[in-house]
Structure formats: C-alpha cells, structure tokens
C-alpha cells in the first residue's frame, strides 16, 4: 500500500499521490487519526467545505491473516463535535489493500443537490453522476451497483439518512453475497459523506496484485500463531459462543449480571431477554429454515464466522445480521421482546443508513418523551418510519439521542459527548463506563472492551460493581484496541489473545512480518497510547471532552440501577487521572 488516492467533490478531480514519509507504516484508525488531526481545523464544521472523509484499511489487511478485513473511516463527527474512526469488516477493505490504496480521502463539497459515484481502479478513478440512485435505501442501491459492475466488485454506500445529513447515519460496506450489512456506523460519518454528494464507491480490482509482508516468513509464522489462539479459544473457535450464538449469546450473560440497560435505562434486567437472545437466534435457523443461518462471515479470511442470517416465518430472508447491540438497542432498550419486530427495526436501519445503537436509544429517549410506549413493538416501527419519510419528526430522531432528548425535554439521556451508549449498563459494569466516559470517540464499548475481565472472565477476573482500579483497566485496553483497531484486526481476536501468550505473539509478527518493523509487545501500548493522545489533543481543539469535561450523564450519579441498585461512583477526580502519564 504505497499510495493515496483523494477524490475532491468541488472541482471533481480524482488525484493519486505516493504515502508520505510520515504516513508510511500505518493503517486503520492509526492512519485515520493522524490525517484527520493534521487535515482537518478543529473548528471546521463536520458538514462543511473543510471537514474530510478517510477510509484506511488496516496495516495487515488484504492478506491471509485470519479476521484482518476491517476498514477504519475517519473524520471530525456531526454527532459528537470530535474525532470520529468507525470500523468494519468487509471484502471492500481487502480489495482496497491489494490494489495498493493506504487511504482514500474525500474532500470538499459539492454545489448542487446533485450525486455521484466513485469508480476506482488500480491507477485512479472517476466521479460519475449517480442521480439516478438519489434517495434511495441501501438494499435497492446494493443491487443496482452489483448488476450495473458485477458481482466481483465491492463498494460501500450511504443511505437516504446520510443524504439528508442526519447525524446517526452510518456508511455501509458490502458482505460477500452483497448485502449492505457491514456498518461503519457510529458517529454520523454518514451524514460527511452525505455532504459531499457522494453516494457510493466502486471498487474494480481486476488484476490487483497480492499484498507480500515485507518478511514472509515472520509473518506466516505469526498468522498461524494467531489462527491457532483463535480456533482453541471457547469464545472463538468452531462451535464456540460467537460461532453458535453470535454476538447476541450476551443478551442473556448481560442480563444475568445485571447490566443488560432496559427501557432506556432504568433496570439492568429484561424479562423478555430469552426472546431476543442469540440462544432465540439460533433456534429460529434451526426451525425456521431456509435462508437463515448462524455461523456466518462479514468477509474472506475471517475464522470466527459471529454473523447471522435471520428469516421470516416462512423462511425467506428478513434481514442479516442481528448483533448483540442491535438485538438490545431495538429490543430490551425499548422493552421489544418480539424477535420478528426487532429484526424489521434493524433492516429498516439498514435500509435508511442508520447506525443500529444510536436508533435503538434514540427510540428510548422518544419512547420516554411519550412518542411510543416502552414495550409497543409496532409503535417503534411507525415512529422510526419517520426517518425515512424525511417527516420533521423523522429528522429531529435522525439526529440522534441527545438531540431528540433535547427537542422534547427529556432528562434520562444515555449518552457521552452527545453519542448514545451501547449495550451495557455503566452503574453496573464499571469499566466500561470509565471507557464511555474518557474515549475520544463518545461513548463507544469497542473502544475499550473492559466486558472481557468483568464479565467474560476473559484476560483476567475484575468485579464489574466495583469501581476499584477501573481507570487503568479501561486505559489498558483502550491502547491496545486502537492498535488493533489500526492493524485490520476484528476486535474478537481481543479474547484469545487475552488469554493466550502465543496469538498475541502472532499479531505483533504478523505486522512485522508486514511491514519489515521490530515492535515487541510494549510498542503495542506505546502505539495505542499515541493514537489516543492524538484524538484527544484534536478533541480540546475543538472543544470536546478531556480532562474536567468527560463526564457521565447526571441522572446516572443519583438514580439507583435495579437489580444491584447502584449509582456511578467512580469520582471525578479518578476519571481526571486518565490521561495522567
């Protein structure tokens, strides 16, 4: 990957240009960080001339590492104010990688209502006019694009939502059979894009050459190390939680410690968790047949397969796929237990171009306001249906919880620096909450995923009521997930390598077999903790969170949390300390 290519949507110039010196070496959210922090003004408006788009596959994407098909996208968020970097997993990365591409960037606006598309080959690209798929859903696009380029292409696409800039949309990615599944979604970076005018990418990779790792040898040694850990490990491995169950098997697990957030967060427990669970999931495959499936992959090479298929009664497909966060947001968040209902939530998500979390909390924050009862599975399909007529309703919702909240005086509003939280209860899983509350990107559970320790005993045992030594936990694994994050990697090879010394030898060779570098095992966090400092030095630029202002939401602070009945007790002071050296 030695070049970049930048697609400028004033004047319509697609440019190809050699890495830089300084770039040289990174990928992923590594790479996406840094040209956000030197590209972009802090003070740029995310919708506007000066705000930027980077996709970045990962520095060991596009070769046979197992589980290394992700892309980071980068840009300052509508929806926070910050530094934003979504990942996905996708064929889309993997193509960009072998064509040679160590970023795309996208830059300046359009000035007209017009769309384009981008087709982009081994020596550049061009911008097409796209009118034609202006306004419309991710799935009627999907298909035009593969019929119109093939089914060998890969692409990414963004929805009406994005379109009309709304702050919770997402950017989608195609799966292997064309889905537009696969989500960069948190953050808004939907909505730039949208601002740009750009609808959608192609890739055409004909003849792409195979990615060769700098040292062969390191890195086939250091690939099978990590297959190994990820094929042995109960959480990874073939017929283990994620391949059986896929990541819903923590419906149950979370609501079982207390901390699965229900009606918006007033209760960690959900009567109707068995319902919507990946043990549900798995029985409506096995009976309904037909299209539905576990055990499904988001792209080539991954070895986990935590993705799913889920039909209708009759066994046509409904949608894919029903993650864990997805499953809470639409369904315990909003007191849905109806499986079928939250499952038509999620594909009108899809549809529209929405990230999943902030949809489901912005439902509960709407359904707290009295816009729909807590429970009323069809109430919540009519009411989200706004979003996708364009209603004056639909826009306020499409800009996200805390907006929503803020429309119609609403105060339980579950959110850090404006993002909705995912799937689990800060009052009763501590260190998470430290990871909400002090990541630059808002409240984000892959940013550092504490649930390991506290709940999976994963990487060690930690007490997830207690706050007692959460502030390093969570900065622990903050660093080494945004290293993860910037090599390609699916952040569920965190579990076996947690747990097994050899898979995370296996990571560190395999980027040095890569990239011909000598990181050991200290760089990892050395390498997170720089990425981290980066995004937060943008952050204080621009006037979002750091040190006095990462905060959780205040209902939090005095509102007991059923069962354990706990408030969040981690001090601000201790939260201060987080960013201390």
Request: with cysteine.
């Amino acid at each position: 990957m030695d070049k970049i290519v930048r697609v400028n949507m004033t004047d319509k110039k697609v440019t190809v240009e050699p890495v830089p010196d300084k770039y040289k070496g990174k990928g992923g959210r590594w790479l996406t960080s840094l040209m956000v922090s030197d590209e972009v003004p802090a003070g740029a408006h995310p919708l506007g001339p000066n705000n930027k788009l980077f996709f970045a596959p990962g520095m060991v994407t596009g070769t046979h590492a197992p589980n290394s098909g992700r892309i980071s996208v980068g840009g300052k968020s509508p929806l926070t104010g910050g530094i934003k970097e979504a990942n996905a997993g996708s064929p889309f990365p993997q193509k960009l990688a072998r064509m040679g591409y160590a970023a795309l960037v996208l830059e300046g606006l359009v000035e007209d209502d017009k769309r384009w598309l981008l087709k982009l080959g081994l020596d550049g690209g061009e911008l097409l006019p796209a009118d034609d798929l202006k306004d419309k859903g991710t799935y009627e696009c999907a298909k035009m694009l593969w019929d119109k380029y093939g089914e060998k292409t890969a692409f990414c696409v963004n929805g009406p939502a994005g379109e009309a800039k709304m702050a919770m949309a997402g950017i989608a990615f195609n799966d292997p059979e064309g889905r537009p599944a696969r989500y960069a979604g948190r953050g808004g970076l939907g909505a730039v894009m949208g601002s740009k005018g750009l609808k959608a990418i192609v890739l055409e990779d004909e003849n792409a050459p195979a990615v060769k790792p700098k040292d062969p040898e390191m890195f086939k040694a250091g690939q099978k190390k990590l297959a190994d850990a990820i094929l042995s490990h109960d959480v990874t491995k073939k017929g283990g939680a994620l391949n059986s169950y896929g990541t819903a098997v923590l419906i149950n697990i979370l609501n079982e410690a207390g901390g699965l957030p229900t009606n918006n967060f007033r209760t960690g427990v959900f009567d109707g968790a068995q319902k919507i669970s990946g043990e549900a999931l798995a029985e409506a495959a096995k009976t309904r047949g037909g299209a539905g499936m576990m055990g499904h992959s988001c792209h080539p090479g991954c070895i986990i397969h935590c993705s799913n298929v889920y039909a209708k009664e009759d066994g046509s497909e409904h949608v894919s796929c029903v993650e864990y966060e997805s499953s809470w947001s639409l369904g315990a968040n909003c007191g849905i237990d109806n499986l079928d209902q939250v499952a038509e939530l999620i594909r009108m998500c899809n549809d529209y171009g929405v990230d999943t979390i902030e949809a489901g909390v912005t439902v509960g924050v709407a359904m707290e306001a009295g816009l729909a009862k807590f429970g009323d599975g069809k109430g919540a399909i009519e009411l989200f249906s706004e979003i996708g007529k364009r209603s004056p309703l639909g826009h306020i919702l499409g800009q996200g919880a805390q907006f929503t909240g803020e429309a119609y005086g609403v105060t339980r509003i579950p959110t850090v620096k404006r993002q909705g939280m995912p799937a689990y209860e800060p009052r009763a899983v501590k260190g998470i909450g430290v990871t909400y509350i002090t990541t630059p990107m808002g409240a984000d559970h892959t940013a550092g995923y504490t649930i390991a320790p506290e709940i999976l005993s994963v990487g060690g045992k930690a007490e997830p009521l207690s706050a007692k030594d959460k502030i390093g936990l969570s900065k622990a694994f903050q660093q080494t997930t945004a290293f993860i994050d910037s090599c390609g990697y699916c952040l569920f090879i965190a579990f076996p390598i947690l747990d097994i010394p050899s898979g995370f030898d296996g990571v560190v060779e395999t980027v040095n077999g890569m990239l011909g570098t000598k990181y050991t095992g200290d760089d990892v966090t050395r390498i997170g903790d720089e990425i981290l400092r980066i995004e937060k030095d943008f952050n204080v630029r621009a006037g979002v969170g750091g040190k006095d202002a990462d905060r959780p939401p205040e209902f939090m602070r005095y509102e007991k949390l059923p069962p354990h009945n706990h408030v969040w007790d981690i001090p601000d002071e201790e939260l201060d300390t987080f960013w201390d050296k």
